[in-house]
């Protein structure tokens, strides 16, 4: 009977090896893809995030901005749920709020077990300190960026998340390349000359997990153009700001929406 426990502990041993490398390579080919060729010390950063959290780049989970590795609230939750989190409770800090100026602050506690006395995390937003992708929703980043600290300081995460960043990162590798490639012929590489508006939808559509295609008919459908090439920057833009609304406010909706549109291949028949 030992013998046979010994055996089972020792397939899973070699089970969970085996996907941890799997997941390493994944890691490096989607990085790769989507940033451009990694430097050495990103490489090996990302092989031992890949390795210790089991975070997933194509989920979203990782993003390399401006040369450095960021987790996501997506990949914290999923931390969290990989070490049995017991749960998460947050708080808004009235007396530290002033709604007249978009001024949140919340208090988020996270429970590793039911024992737990709770790792306490604060965040707060407001219009000086947030993307302007998501203007209007200061509470709704406020939330979320309490919640990452307190899970970060209850997993012990080094990394800093994507959504507690103040200021609009530039994307690393390639698409940086290709955005200051842009920006010296005015064009960005669009041609409708939108300068950076196509990496931040398509940085919205990764983050989020979106069908592109899906989401392009919408744009179309919002701007009120035959296409999203036809319509003008500040439509974009509008829609750029809408989509993120709806996607940090609820994102099951948003889905059935896109959703209600045909796609591509169905749309060819």
């Keep these: 009977m030992a013998h046979k426990e010994r055996s089972t502990t020792s397939k899973v041993a070699v089970s969970k090896a085996t996907f941890r490398d799997s997941l390493v390579k994944a890691n490096l080919r989607v990085a790769t893809a989507m940033w451009g060729p990694l430097e050495k010390s990103s490489r090996e950063r990302l092989k031992i995030l890949s390795g210790t959290y089991l975070l997933n780049v194509a989920a979203g989970e990782l993003w390399l901005l401006d040369g450095r590795w960021y987790v996501s609230h997506a990949g914290l939750l999923r931390i969290a749920e990989q070490r049995h989190c017991s749960g998460i409770k947050s708080t808004v800090e009235k007396t530290l709020c002033d709604p007249s100026v978009c001024r949140w602050v919340f208090k988020a506690t996270v429970y590793k077990s039911c024992g737990s006395k709770g790792f306490v995390g604060y965040g707060d937003a407001d219009p000086s300190n ?80 979106l069908d592109a295609g899906l989401v392009k008919a919408y744009a179309a459908d919002f701007c009120g153009t035959p296409t999203l090439r036809d319509a003008s920057r500040e439509q974009v833009e509008a829609f750029i700001n809408h989509l993120t609304e709806r996607a940090l406010t609820d994102r099951e909706a948003l889905l059935c929406h896109l959703n209600s549109y045909p796609r591509q291949e169905e749309a060819t028949k």
């Design 130 to 209: 947030v993307s302007p992708l998501v203007r209007g929703a200061e509470m709704r980043v406020a939330e979320t960026r309490a919640v990452n600290r307190a899970l970060r300081k209850a997993y012990g995460i080094g990394l800093c998340s994507v959504e507690e960043l103040g200021w609009s990162p530039r994307l690393s590798g390639a698409n940086q390349s290709s955005q200051n490639t842009g920006s010296a012929n005015g064009k960005n590489g669009h041609p409708n000359g939108h300068p950076r508006l196509r990496d931040r939808l398509c940085l919205l559509i990764r983050q989020h997990g």
